[in-house]
């Protein structure tokens, strides 16, 4: 599920709702990871060995899907210090995640049907009282599936899962318990410190057979039994030969949104949650900054306090690196505070770093007109990397592979 990248260096993901939120932390944990860490991971991956020991993989995705660190960082990190063979496995993995954020991006149906998809798997469950029972049951870990149980207890108090626990964990809410994946994709969203809108949506619709079509991911006791050596009771009964969901509805491909460019006058650069770092400001200085937290909360966008917490201090570490009088906002209404900010700085100018889809793209959406009546234009700027690389994810996750593996190669040409 798009390993959604998490090292051990005495910083596991135990730790990881008391990790520091800022660009500085996620540096050293990919430093750490380069040092010492890569060997373990291209060897053990695969093994979940629990919430207490995450030694055989990285910690780094809460501060990659805020932007804290970028994917391209990782990759020039890693290829400067080992050949690209050492270090393909991992690599792999920021790919995935490049590649899910590329395809939503030129598929945007595919994120309204999802949330549709939340609303009327709620209506579904809650309006039949067994199986209300079970999706309780689901959610609060009380299934009776010894490491389903588990897994979704360890998701609720560490904010984090194993790769191949995610994969487990969407298969067997699919295919055994039979819920709508939509609203186990939602429960992640809630609790994963590191969910992303793109990564998670198309990982449990690949799961699903939704993604590629007509293959779906099964989850095997065996399987489990072996990559967990061992850890649960594989008692119940899995749903081990189940067919993959259909859908009615296509999701044509569209056109990556047109690139947008600087302004040459003065400027306010707006801070989300969706960048908290990278954007290219080409060596101008913005005037100012402010940074912006969604707080609405709504069936379809809940988040626990532990991923909260994490985006607030992502988006004031970014706001502090760039304005020394810069403040971060918690409200529902952004058009106004950024309206009031532009006018006590005499610009017409807001620039933001490109919002992939999601809640804080639809917001920002949403409050463009406003800021047009206003006399305030926002810019998004895209960064190079998702520019380069987007345009190739318009099918399987193996062609994308293939058709950027010079691309990966290029970010650092002197690598040994």
């Known amino acids: 599920m798009s390993e959604e990248l998490v090292t051990s260096n005495n910083t596991g993901p135990s730790r990881l709702a008391n990790a520091a939120p800022t660009r500085a932390a996620g540096l050293e944990r990919l430093n750490n990871f380069a040092s010492t860490g890569l060997k373990s991971y291209t060897e053990r991956r695969n093994y979940d060995y629990g919430p207490e020991d995450r030694s055989n993989i990285s910690a780094l995705s809460p501060w990659v899907r805020r932007r804290l660190i970028s994917e391209q960082e990782i990759i020039e990190t890693l290829l400067e210090t080992f050949p690209h063979g050492a270090a393909e496995k991992y690599i792999q993995q920021v790919i995935w995640r490049t590649y899910f954020k590329?395809?939503?991006?030129?598929?945007?149906?595919?994120?309204?049907?999802?949330?549709?998809?939340?609303?009327?798997?709620?209506?579904?469950?809650?309006?039949?009282?067994?199986?209300?029972?079970?999706?309780?049951?689901?959610?609060?870990?009380?299934?009776?599936?010894?490491?389903?149980?588990?897994?979704?207890?360890?998701?609720?108090?560490?904010?984090?899962?194993h790769n191949h626990a995610r994969l487990w964990f969407a298969s067997i809410w699919i295919f055994t318990l039979k819920l709508p994946w939509e609203l186990g994709a939602n429960f992640f969203m809630k609790y994963l410190l590191d969910g992303d809108p793109a990564s998670n949506t198309l990982s449990w619709r690949w799961v699903s057979g939704l993604h590629t079509k007509g293959k779906n991911y099964l989850a095997m006791s065996s399987n489990i039994d072996k990559f967990t050596l061992g850890r649960f009771r594989m008692e119940a009964h899995l749903n081990e030969v189940a067919s993959p969901l259909t859908e009615l509805t296509e999701h044509p491909i569209q056109s990556l949104p047109r690139l947008e460019n600087l302004p040459s006058d003065d400027f306010l650069l707006l801070v989300t949650e969706e960048d908290c770092n990278s954007v290219d400001l080409a060596g101008q200085f913005p005037v100012g900054a402010l940074g912006l937290i969604l707080s609405e909360k709504s069936a379809v966008f809940e988040r626990s306090d532990a991923v909260f917490d994490f985006s607030h201090g992502a988006v004031t570490d970014g706001v502090e690196r760039i304005s020394s009088t810069g403040e971060v906002l918690i409200c529902e209404e952004w058009a106004e505070p950024i309206i009031d900010l532009a006018r006590s700085n005499k610009v017409t100018n807001i620039v933001t770093a490109y919002t992939p889809i999601g809640p804080v793209n639809t917001k920002l959406q949403g409050i463009k007109p406003l800021l047009k009546n206003a006399g305030i234009k926002l810019s998004f700027v895209r960064q190079k990397y998702d520019q380069t690389f987007w345009p190739h994810a318009t099918k399987g996750f193996f062609a994308f592979k293939k058709s950027t593996n010079k691309l990966v190669q290029e970010l650092a040409p002197f690598a040994p």
């Open 102 to 161: 590329g395809w939503l991006e030129q598929h945007p149906t595919v994120w309204n049907a999802y949330n549709e998809g939340v609303m009327s798997g709620l209506n579904e469950v809650l309006s039949d009282q067994s199986r209300a029972r079970l999706y309780e049951k689901a959610i609060t870990g009380q299934t009776g599936i010894d490491c389903f149980d588990s897994w979704a207890t360890e998701l609720m108090e560490y904010s984090y899962l």
